[in-house]
């Protein structure tokens, strides 16, 4: 009997045990909660909207390359060294200088990047937050993605938590909201700051400064060297212009010579 017993109380502690060892699992759609994030969406927009631009002039200047190919490829034969030369020159920084801003658009530190992490990071971390808080509010041992590469044969709804993150999502935005009225509610006039104070508020005045002009300076330097991209630019159209006209003169130097060299033998 006491046997009996014994094996009763371990196979209940084992059952209690495992029971509450047992994990605990949910799983989100991120796809869909991004969807439904306004400013995820709006970010994704700005984001498409430069990505498309940047492909179009990187299309344009791959095109522009290929028409110079061809152009040598025909001309090649009735061309001299030295202009064959320099067209696979012109060819050859035209093709160095789309790989340069292939690399500036999307290379690991390029544009792309830079403005993903300005425009889209932030909002991705806001909605990583809110799954680890409610993952550890609930105490959900794994956070699964529906929308990720890990494939999922079956998930019964009542575990989805997507909604749940968006409400999550929603609270912390009004509270933030809430927070921001309030202090703009509590603000102490400047008459009534202390000199510290004031001490303060000029050196984040100043900091913010700093930043404008270091954010125009940015700006003025691509500017500056969009501009002398254009330039170099215009300077080969040019000199590629005087040897097409070159080349245009030897042609009609060369028929001429042909047709009195067939009418000499004539």
Known sequence: MKKI??????LFTATTFWSQRSQIIAYIDMEYILENVPEYMQAQNTLDAKVAKWKNNLDKQARHIEVLKSDLANEK????????EEKEEEIEIKQVELRRLESLYFGPNGDMFLVRKQLVKPIQDQVYNAIQ???ARKKYDFVFDKSSELVMLYSNKKYDISELVLSTIDRTRLSEEKKEMMN???EVPNKDL????????ELKEEAKDKKVEAIEKRVADN???KEAIAEKRAALI???????KILREKKEALRKQREEDKKENN
């Open 223 to 225: 500017i500056a060297k």
């Open 77 to 84: 034969a009735i061309l001299t060294k030295d202009l064959i």
């Open 194 to 201: 202390t000199e510290k104070q004031k001490e303060l508020i």
């Open 238 to 244: 040019k000199k590629r212009e005087e040897q097409r």
């Open 184 to 186: 703009k509610k509590t």
């Open 5 to 10: 017993f014994l094996l009763v109380v371990l």
């Open 133 to 135: 808080s409610i993952a």
